[in-house]
Nanobody, 114 residues
Framework: EVQIVESGGGVVQPGGSLRLSCVCS????????MNWVRQAPGKGPEWVAE????????RYAASVQGRFTIARDNAKDTLYLEMNNLKTEDTALYYC???????RGQGTQVTVSV
């Protein structure tokens, strides 16, 4: 059974930082491209970042480019999202997902507020 569990969210002031983690099980994590997606209240899902299974190539949404960093530790079956210089518009439920497996976690809430 595929399981994806995110953690690390919280409340932070604008300009602050957070590091999200996503522990995966039930599949060979190293073989799958992984994504972070977010959904703000009243809005649809927004893709944030992707990291490829092979070579670790990354790409980012324009809205987070230069502020967020996606990474993976295949030995720990864990995906990360380092978020710096957070803005109020980054407030959302963040979840990690595998498109190939059509699976996602429950998400972790990030709130950026003064």
């Amino acid at each position: 059974e595929v399981q994806i569990v995110e953690s690390g969210g919280g409340v932070v002031q604008p300009g602050g930082s957070l590091r999200l983690s996503c522990v995966c099980s039930g599949f060979i994590f190293a073989m799958y491209d992984m994504n972070w997606v977010r959904q703000a209240p009243g809005k649809g899902p927004e893709w944030v970042a992707e990291i490829k299974a092979l070579g670790g190539v990354t790409r980012y949404a324009a809205s987070v480019q230069g502020r967020f960093t996606i990474a993976r530790d295949n030995a720990k079956d864990t995906l990360y999202l380092e978020m710096n210089n957070l803005k109020t518009e980054d407030t959302a439920l963040y979840y990690c997902a595998s498109e190939a497996l059509n699976s996602r976690g429950q998400g972790t809430q990030v709130t950026v507020s003064v």
